[in-house]
């Protein structure tokens, strides 16, 4: 039974978990080899989350047991284990007549295909796949799987054999989803967490390799990082950001979140989606559970219409039949068809829209322009570039623009560093979370490397994607080598930072000595996602250092509450002759985050290239 997922949750955890990296400089190739993906004439469509896993062993043709269905009541409609009660009663996910029925209702809702549930290789739903598309083909239907979880042992590998024999079984049916000829796959949070972002990059690659022609990976996360890995990104469930909210601010909410969405896709070429949901209410399979009220149809409505208005490629339903999360749009007990019958206007309006124009940025997050990219990466020049392992990868996506590619180090080099290290690589990237390798043979040799970088005059830019660089080791040990390596950082107290931002306190960043032109000059501190506040304590440096603000935290009254962008010359204080460039992890993904990147890899070119 699926787990909600709290998109601000789920989001940062995915975004920061990247385990099974590919090999070193394997991972730099595969991400350009992602980057050369390009959409650009994707028909509108809309999609619903299909669920094949009921079982009734009284019905004729079906799969024989019970199955997702518990404390049955059908003289008084009721079902221990669903919201509401379906029309059709407690049906069987096998039964073709079910499934031609359910297709039928799709078509006449202007549903264009299902995305089938799907948990592995001989599972209850696997078995239903075959009567699913069978019934898709006859109605005029597409469908595809929701890939739910990766099988043991969770590897990239095991990821992309699992899917390469999934399209080699199914993906020749008529009824396949597909795009530019290729089948598409939808990827669930669950397994984008399995592997992480890192090692969807391996997966994506390989199965691209393993299956003729290719294929398309829709992944369940809706961040940049993410849009330069899949072929197109989504959310499958967005309860957590509607709880309590009526329907007008349903409206504002959708409003201000998914423009952003389609954007972030956009600016990779990349599908977009918009992901609608009637409702939802688990209080019956959960404690305490969630509940997100319909508003007698008002809640769908209005997100259809921003949906409508936001223009992505394709609008999802969550879903067609969750019965146990209440999210259904199938014919109910409680609801009869309205559903169905409000869905079939609203995609009637969705697809009567003039063909989608090229993608572009949205105006809200184009902060800049790909002429001000190229002039900031130009600064660079020639520069020889190293980044640490397991860097983020929008980190790394604008250094592959690069006439000179930048090269992945291995922690083993970092350990052997002698101080000529600062010559073969004036700039050392770090974009991984909290944690790195401190140790490869001898206690803190990683330290030691790093420390000869910086006291050989290595410029060491902290881009991290958690919010406490260097503060674990491999084995999870807080170790806190931050300030050893002359970035000071706070995480309460007087010094600043914080685990939630102070309640009823306007709070807004603001640039100092405007030396990023990308950037605005003042900007509000994030609503949502991760708020934990590790400013650089500028306090913390010796006189003599050179200390350079950037973006400084302050309320409406002034009040400074630290530094989230800095750069410091160690000219007094150890690492002496180290140079180190930071910047607060969350701004990285705020609608500012790529601006701020490329105006920062300017300033770095600036800094190791003086005119």
């Known amino acids: 039974m699926r787990r909600l997922v709290l998109l601000s949750v789920f989001v940062l955890a995915a975004a920061c978990s990247f385990s099974s990296p590919v090999a070193a400089q394997t991972e730099l190739d595969a991400l350009a080899e992602r980057a050369k993906i390009a959409y650009t004439g994707v028909p509108r469509k809309v999609l619903a989350f299909y669920y094949p896993w009921y079982g009734n062993p009284e019905v004729e043709g079906g799969s024989g047991q019970w199955a997702h269905w518990s404390d049955v009541d059908e003289e008084n409609h009721q079902i221990g284990s669903s919201t509401h009660y379906p029309t059709l009663g407690p049906y069987d996910s096998h039964d073709p007549r079910l499934i031609a029925q359910h297709c039928a209702w799709a078509r006449q809702a202007g549903v264009d295909g299902l995305i089938v549930s799907w948990w592995g290789k001989g599972h209850f739903t696997d078995r239903a796949m075959r009567p699913i598309l069978d019934a898709c083909q006859q109605a005029g239907l597409e469908a595809t799987i929701y890939y739910e979880s990766v099988p043991h042992p969770t590897t990239a590998q095991a990821a992309a054999d699992d899917v390469v024999d999934t399209l080699n079984r199914y993906a020749n049916h008529p009824a396949w989803l597909r795009v530019d000829r290729k089948p598409v796959v939808f990827v669930y949070g669950r397994a984008v967490g399995q592997i992480g972002l890192n090692g969807w990059l391996d997966a994506a690659v390989r199965v691209n390799r393993q299956y003729p022609g290719g294929a398309v990976l829709m992944g369940d996360q809706l961040s940049r990082s993410a849009a330069r890995v899949f072929d197109g990104i989504h959310t499958y469930n967005t309860a957590g950001q509607l709880r309590d909210k009526e329907p007008p601010q349903v409206s504002q909410w959708a409003a201000a979140r998914y423009p952003g969405w389609v954007e972030a896709a956009d600016a990779f070429r ?201 503060h674990y080791n491999a084995d999870h040990q807080p170790v806190g080598t931050s300030r050893k390596l002359g970035l000071p950082l706070s995480i309460s107290g007087d010094r600043g930072g914080w685990e939630e931002p102070p309640e009823g306190v306007e709070l807004r960043f603001v640039q100092v000595g405007r030396r990023l032109a990308n950037v605005p000059a003042e900007f509000p501190f994030p609503d949502s996602g991760d708020l934990r506040w590790r400013p650089l304590v500028r306090s913390d440096l010796a006189d003599g250092d050179r200390f350079t603000p950037l973006v400084e935290l302050r309320d409406a009254h002034g009040k400074h509450y630290g530094d989230a962008v800095a750069y410091v010359e160690h000219r007094a204080s150890e690492p002496q002759g180290g140079r180190v460039l930071y910047a607060w992890f969350t701004l990285l993904d705020s609608p500012h985050g790529e601006a701020l990147l490329y105006d920062l890899l300017g300033f770095v070119g600036e800094t190791v290239r003086p005119e």
Not at 285 to 311: H, K, M, N, T
Not at 436 to 451: E, H, K, N
Request: hydrophobic share 35%; glycine share 6%.
């Open 270 to 470: 990349r599908i977009s989606t918009i992901t609608v949901i009637p409702g939802y209410d688990d209080t019956k399979i959960r404690e305490p559970g969630l509940c997100v009220e319909r508003f007698d149809g008002a809640s769908y409505r209005r997100q259809w219409e921003e949906a409508i208005r936001a223009d992505p490629h394709w609008v999802l339903i969550t879903s067609w039949n969750e019965w146990h999360e209440g999210s259904e749009i199938e014919p109910s007990f409680e609801d009869g068809d309205k559903y169905l019958k409000m869905t079939a206007e609203l995609t009637a309006r969705f697809k009567s829209r003039p063909p989608r124009p090229r993608p572009r940025p949205h105006a809200a997050s184009a902060a800049i322009s790909d002429e001000a990219k190229r002039r900031q990466l130009d600064k660079l020049g020639d520069v020889r570039i190293g980044i640490l392992p397991e860097a983020q990868l929008s980190v790394v996506w604008p250094l592959l623009q690069l006439p000179q590619r930048p090269k992945t180090v291995s922690w083993e080099q970092v350990a052997r560093w002698s101080n000529s290290a600062a010559e073969e690589f004036p700039v050392l990237i770090y974009g991984a979370d909290e944690t790195y390798r401190q140790t490869v043979d001898q206690p803190g040799d990683v330290d030691a490397g790093l420390l000869r970088y910086l006291k050989a005059g290595g410029l060491l830019v902290v881009l991290p994607s958690g919010p406490m660089p260097f």
